[in-house]
Structures are given as structure tokens and as C-alpha cells.
């Protein structure tokens, strides 16, 4: 499979060919158990509120059992009081799920395929800005005729191309070592560099 070049002024630089293992089938099953699984360890789960028998106070009967022409009542921590205990309260747990470095290879490999299978992938020879300004990752993403979010693929961290993008919502940067299989299928374009898809291709192989 061969893939035109660009330049960040949408202008074809050259050409790179890529590997056969950009040509696995799609496979929308394991996709989604992986990207299920990463968005689950992605929880801290340190959710945590008290039940009745938590909260402090409460001990005393509010008022006499009869008499009083209210519906009787124990204790003011009981759920239907404000201020008291919480029904079935939430806990901090654990929601990771295990994914075997196989499948999860699989995964990342097909998505990928799909993406390049639906013109969704734009390789780009550098992504290197003059200066840290948001409308020149403005002008980049419109002059390679993107529509839609896209996720520029850096080969390393630059703090420039971060800074520049923050302000754009619809554009997103990451490195090639971070990209997962839930913002591939989650962004509509991809932008990656030579240096990038090399790496992404020797981890894949």
C-alpha cells in the first residue's frame, strides 16, 4: 500500500509504502472490547458517599411514635431526610478490565486498517510550526481539506504544537507511543507524520 506525503501547506511532497500488516480485516468486535476496557481503566473509581449507618448523629428519635400527626420516623440520618445516608451508596472500586497485549495489538492494527481503507489518514512529512500560534494549526488542518475532529500523531513530545492546537477543539495532539485504539475509532481524521508511522509500524509488526 502506497500513501501520498503532504506538507503542513497541503502540497504532495512524495510517497511512502507501507507494510502489509495495514491490511488487517475489520474486526468491530474486538474493537469494542478493547475500547471498552480502555475507557473502564481510565476510571479512578474513588467515588464514595456515606450509608445511614455512616452518617454521623442520628441516634435520638426525632419525636414521639404517635400523636403528633406525622409519619413516624427513627432516626434523621434515614435516606429521606436531607443531610442523612444514601441509598445503596456508591464505593470506591476498581473497574479495570484486563487486555492481552494480542488483542489489543489486533485491535489497534484493524482500526487503523479501517481508517486508512476509508481515506480518514493523512501522513504528513513534519509537523513543525514558525512559531506556537493556533491559527497557523488552523490553516494546516484547513489546507489538507479535513472536516470534522482530527488527531495530529507527532513521532515525540513538542510543546509547541501542543500549546498552538489547545484552543482548537476539533484538533487534538498525541504521540505515536500514546495513540489508542479509542481515539482512532473517536476522531474522524488523522494526521501523521513519516517518523510517526514509522514507529506505530515497527511496534505493530
Known amino acids: 500500500m502506497k500513501l501520498d506525503v503532504f506538507n503542513i501547506a497541503g502540497k504532495k511532497t512524495g510517497e511512502i509504502e507501507l507494510s502489509d500488516v495495514f491490511t488487517a480485516e475489520y474486526n468491530e468486535a474486538l474493537i469494542h472490547q478493547v475500547v471498552v476496557a480502555q475507557l473502564a481503566n481510565r476510571r479512578q473509581g474513588t467515588h464514595a458517599a456515606l ?5 454521623r448523629g442520628g441516634g435520638a428519635k426525632p419525636y414521639r411514635q404517635k400523636g403528633t400527626g406525622r409519619a413516624r420516623q427513627g432516626s434523621i440520618v434515614a435516606p429521606n431526610y436531607v443531610g442523612g445516608g444514601v441509598v445503596f451508596a456508591k464505593k470506591p472500586r476498581d473497574f479495570s478490565q484486563k487486555i492481552n497485549k494480542t488483542m489489543k495489538r489486533a485491535a489497534f492494527v484493524s482500526a487503523l486498517s479501517q481508517k486508512l481503507r476509508q481515506n480518514e489518514v493523512k501522513i504528513v512529512d513534519k509537523f513543525e510550526l514558525a512559531e506556537p500560534k493556533t491559527k497557523l494549526v488552523a490553516g494546516a488542518v484547513k489546507a489538507l481539506g479535513l472536516n470534522g475532529r482530527a488527531l495530529v500523531v507527532l513521532d515525540d513530545f513538542n510543546e509547541g504544537v ?13 504521540e505515536s507511543r500514546q495513540l489508542s485504539v479509542y481515539e482512532i475509532v473517536a476522531t474522524k481524521n488523522l494526521i501523521i507524520t513519516v517518523d510517526a508511522l514509522k514507529k506505530i509500524e515497527e511496534a505493530a509488526l
Open 51 to 55: 450509608t445511614r449507618t455512616e452518617v
Open 162 to 174: 501542543l500549546r498552538a492546537s489547545a484552543n482548537i477543539p476539533t484538533v487534538g495532539v498525541t
